[in-house]
């Protein structure tokens, strides 16, 4: 049997800011098989995006994230969710301001609620973030994936000002911080 064909794909999902943003980041990820724009933690069933930007749904936008371990760790996907996004501003990522926005990380496994905590503290003792993390952690919930325009959004809209202005700075980091991660023809 090929050992390829036998790994396992597993799943990891976070919420940090717009899902315009972790989406491109994500994308481009060796080891990443699909990333989902979406939303998720909140109350509603089926929201529309428009009901989520009232930030009164409780969802986030989030995004899924496909992934073989055998090629990326989930805590490398935690290194690189931590230093592409502020988890010290509480529901709010830049101008980027809501519930919506919050950070957090929805757990499939009680693995991997064991390794973001584990990766706070690291973080926390480090004193990586001049502020304390707020990022919370919670028990994975149903995702709803977003509109058709929402989805692949960074790739179909580079010359849009907001991919311009806070997704390209996102994405020159993860390439400088993270090249050796990056899936060959991504950038």
Not at 110 to 128: D, M, R, S, T, V
Request: contains cysteine; glycine residues 6%.
């Amino acid at each position: 049997m090929n050992k390829q064909n036998s790994t396992q794909l597993e799943t990891a999902i976070f919420a940090g800011g717009c899902f315009w943003c972790t989406e491109a980041v994500f994308q481009r990820l060796n080891g990443v098989e699909e990333v989902l724009p979406g939303y998720t933690g909140g109350t509603i069933k089926n929201p529309a995006y428009r009901e989520i930007c009232t930030g009164r749904t409780g969802h986030a936008e989030g995004i899924k994230i496909t992934f073989n371990p055998e090629k990326v760790s989930y805590t490398e996907l935690l290194e690189v969710f931590f230093a592409t996004h502020d988890p010290t501003t509480l529901n709010r990522q830049g101008n980027d301001v809501g519930t919506q926005y919050r950070s957090e990380i929805f757990y499939t496994s009680e693995q991997q609620k064991q390794w973001a905590e584990e990766f706070i503290a690291l973080l926390e003792k480090e004193g990586i973030f001049a502020s304390p993390i707020v990022t919370a952690i919670s028990e994975e919930k149903p995702f709803y994936l977003a509109e058709e325009e929402h989805q692949n959004y960074y790739n179909d809209h580079r010359q849009q000002p907001y991919c311009q202005v806070i997704i390209d700075p996102k994405i020159k980091k993860l390439n400088t911080y993270f090249s050796n991660k990056i899936q060959h023809g991504t950038l």
